[in-house]
């Protein structure tokens, strides 16, 4: 996994959201992207997930160009993500949120589900799903539907169903936002339990703590330009972050 | 059994026009699991009647071979069109679809070949009844396990959240053209059948009115399941039939039914059986674990 961008810009309007933007994701990692609200972090994944093209610059995933390609292309090139407040599919039950999840590693099974059995890759599909399930302590709930979970376990589902797709880089837009602080340290430990697995996280996050503790480096954004960028131990001695963005919050 | 024939022989028009409408009623069932509004159907429908009429009648075609092209002819008109209006969504999808369905009506008011206002008269009943229920049996199996297959669950992730669709690696447009076609190729064939049901067609046979009656169909039987549509346009088909001893009341009686549907079961009649099965798990108390 390596990702790259270049010049990164993204406009609205009058207003540069992500202004020349370059970043380097080495692999196997939690990279943190921090930021006053507004200070375009959010934006920036959307550009790197597909959701949004850029006016500007260039994303490189894997060495390849990957600008111009679909979103949907992107989550089968190995690129996952999750969405602020989380977006699931909360009329359908967790288990079946997961099963979309596998959309893009799975082959379709239209004219086999024309037969009235269940084949074997179906059943396989099956048991990786409750696996994930499993992993996020979520394999009781399967049946239930996602919007009727409970706040902290929609976030943890969620995240199942982005590691469905098997993604080599995973991105978190602010997962831990309303978790408790219990929920929260099992969060860090599932995140580090991915890196161990060969994935690579871009993390968002307001949590400073969670976001110090957690990442081996850390890029600080605001007003969409990159003020900073180091280990979690740079960048809190950095006076421009200090400034721009802890300052403010030690202040208020 | 001579009962039944009995039966069979009064009211075949009337069960003929059932599952001519259950077929329509699928055929719109299919946009709308993926969550788009679409009222082009009728137009489809259009399409395979007059295609398969004037085969059977210009160059005798044999009658499966002309509901299968007239059917193949909605669906391949549908390609285009669905990519040109899969650019917008919800009520600007429909009025489009809807833009589109008068463009064929008015097209086929001005067509010599299609008798312009006069439409086609003296088309042979070629239609069985047994065709009629076989085609709907077969569109029926075939819907509901693509319902279950991974083209159902992709239809069903975009009408819950397209943007959360397209993130889990779904072609959102690809999904929902292919939704359209199937929908076009249904009520071309619905079309095609019923043409040769009815002795005679005319563009106004499939106008708003009829586009709008399908997807009430759709509705009010409920999207949930490849039921609700059956059973809507079942139930509304017959309904003026059942409801005869009302007389003038008749239609009164009917808006409301139709209202109560859309007031207290949004999602159709068929979640009443849902809403049983949620009520004896309350009892239990066991909620949670469902």
């Not at chain 1, 991915?194 to 996050?205: K, M, Q, R, S, W």
């Not at chain 2, 039914?257 to 009520?279: D, E, F, M, S």
């Amino acid at each position: 996994m390596s990702l790259e961008l270049a010049a990164l810009t993204k406009r609205f309007g009058g207003v540069t959201a992500v202004n020349a933007v370059d970043l380097v994701v080495a692999p196997d990692q939690v990279f943190g992207l921090i930021g006053p609200n507004g200070a375009g972090k959010t934006t920036l994944i959307n550009v790197i997930a597909g959701q949004l093209r850029p006016d500007g610059g260039t994303v490189r995933f894997d060495g390849r160009d990957i600008t111009g390609v679909e979103a949907h292309e992107r989550v089968r090139r190995g690129i996952a993500r999750t969405f602020q407040g989380g977006r699931l599919f909360k009329g359908l039950s967790a288990f079946e949120n997961v099963l979309v999840g596998r959309h893009t590693r799975m082959r379709s099974d239209v004219l086999a589900s024309l037969v009235p059995f269940r084949t074997r890759t179906e059943d396989q599909e099956r048991e990786r799903a409750d696996a994930l399930l499993e992993r996020v302590g979520l394999r009781q709930r399967a049946g239930m539907l996602a919007g009727e979970l409970a706040y902290g376990d929609q976030r943890r589902l969620e995240i199942a169903r982005a590691l469905a797709s098997e993604p080599r880089l995973l991105i978190l837009d602010e997962p831990a936002a309303g978790l408790n602080p219990t929920e929260s340290a099992r969060l860090r430990e599932l995140m580090r339990a991915l890196v161990a697995d060969g994935i690579t996280i871009i993390l968002i996050e307001h949590d400073v703590r969670l976001v110090m503790g957690t990442c081996e480096r850390v890029a600080v954004l605001n007003f969409g330009r990159k003020i900073a960028e180091g280990s979690p131990a740079e960048i809190q001695a950095d006076p421009a972050v200090r400034e721009a963005y802890l300052g403010a919050e030690d202040a208020a | 059994m001579d009962a039944i024939g009995d039966f069979l022989a009064a009211y075949s028009t009337t069960i003929a026009v059932i599952g001519v409408n259950a077929l329509l009623a699928l055929s719109v069932w299919v946009t709308l699991y993926a969550g788009q509004l679409t009222l082009g159907n009728a137009a489809f429908m259009a399409i395979g009647a007059y295609t398969s009429a004037l085969l059977g009648r210009h160059l005798g075609t044999p009658f499966p071979l002309a509901l299968a092209i007239g059917a193949v002819a909605a669906a391949v008109l549908a390609a285009p069109l669905g990519i040109t209006v899969f650019r917008l969504r919800g009520v600007y999808l429909a009025i489009a679809t809807l833009a589109f369905g008068e463009v064929v009506r008015v097209v086929l008011l001005a067509t010599p070949i299609t008798g312009r206002g006069q439409g086609l008269n003296g088309i042979p009943p070629k239609t069985e009844l047994w065709h009629i229920y076989a085609s709907l049996a077969l569109v029926a199996y075939v819907l509901w396990r693509v319902q279950g297959s991974t083209v159902g669950r992709s239809w069903a992730a975009i009408r819950e959240d397209e943007l959360a669709a397209q993130s889990q690696g779904i072609a959102v447009r690809r999904y929902k053209l292919t939704a359209f076609v199937m929908g076009a190729l249904v009520a071309g064939w619905a079309g095609g059948l019923s043409a040769h049901v009815t002795f005679s067609i005319d563009p106004n046979d499939f106008a708003f009115t009829k586009a709008v009656q399908i997807l009430v169909f759709a509705v009010v039987g409920g999207v949930p399941s490849v039921l609700g549509p059956i059973f809507g346009a079942a139930l509304l088909t017959s309904l003026p039939e059942l409801l005869r001893p009302l007389k003038d009341a008749r239609d009164i009686f009917q808006g409301l039914l139709l209202l109560g549907v859309i007031l207290y079961l949004p999602r159709g009649l068929v979640t009443l059986a849902q809403l049983r099965r949620t009520r004896e798990l309350h009892e239990i108390g066991a909620t949670d674990v469902a």
